[in-house]
């Protein structure tokens, strides 16, 4: 299943916005946030921590922030952009003319 990446800005689920991200990768132009970059949280009234991300892309030895990560006040990340994802899951494909030459 195909997944967004999170980036500065994207919004929370208590309300807030991502707040840091790793400027050495971006999309669109926008740095994408790791586990361990920061989220406002106005519903808790705190600076959250990223604390969940994608075991499968690493970024600097961090895993990248998807939608429906965790920050550490227990609310979600939520998607302000799709363009960017990893697909996961498997699957198989046979090219056309190896299809023909059965």
Same mark, same amino acid.
């Given at each position: 299943m195909a997944t967004p990446y999170i980036t500065i800005g994207c919004p929370t689920s208590g309300g807030g916005k991502v707040i840091s991200g790793n400027s050495m990768f971006l999309i669109d132009g926008i740095p994408v946030a790791c586990v361990g970059d920061k989220a406002t949280c106005p519903t808790h009234k705190v600076v959250a921590t990223i604390v969940s991300g994608d075991p499968y892309m690493q970024i600097f030895g961090k895993a990248a922030?998807? &939608?429906? #990560?965790?920050?550490?006040?227990?609310?979600?990340?939520?998607?302000?952009?799709?363009?960017? &994802?990893? #697909?996961n899951g498997g699957g198989s494909a046979q090219s056309s003319s190896a299809s023909k030459a059965r």
């Amino acid at each position: 299943m195909a997944t967004p990446y999170i980036t500065i800005g994207c919004p929370t689920s208590g309300g807030g916005k991502v707040i840091s991200g790793n400027s050495m990768f971006l999309i669109d132009g926008i740095p994408v946030a790791c586990v361990g970059d920061k989220a406002t949280c106005p519903t808790h009234k705190v600076v959250a921590t990223i604390v969940s991300g994608d075991p499968y892309m690493q970024i600097f030895g961090k895993a990248a922030a998807r &939608v429906n #990560d965790s920050l550490s006040c227990g609310c979600k990340l939520l998607p302000q952009q799709n363009l960017v &994802v990893q #697909d996961n899951g498997g699957g198989s494909a046979q090219s056309s003319s190896a299809s023909k030459a059965r």
